[in-house]
């Protein structure tokens, strides 16, 4: 399961995975488009989580604490 959203000018995109352990991980990139093209930086949660609704709120609010602390740019994925 993914979802994508947009917040102060960046695209989170939060993504779940089910487990053969049970339960969830979660993991989010977070997007910067621009005239170049698109930069993108990926992180991972090392929480399992136990539904996939969690996994993505939990992903989504991390990729918002990261862009609130400053993230830095990533490395580029599509060229304009």
Do not use: C, W
């Not at 995975?17 to 990926?42: M, N, P, R, W």
């Amino acid at each position: 399961m993914k979802s994508r959203q947009g917040y102060k000018g960046y695209v989170i995109e939060a993504r779940s995975h089910e487990l053969k352990e049970g339960g969830f991980s979660a993991e989010y990139s977070i997007e910067e488009h621009d005239a170049y093209g698109v930069t993108e930086k990926q992180f991972y949660l090392t929480h399992t989580f136990q539904s996939q609704e969690l996994a993505i709120a939990a992903a989504t609010q991390a990729g918002r604490q990261k862009i609130d602390a400053g993230v830095e740019r990533g490395r580029k994925v599509v060229n304009g």
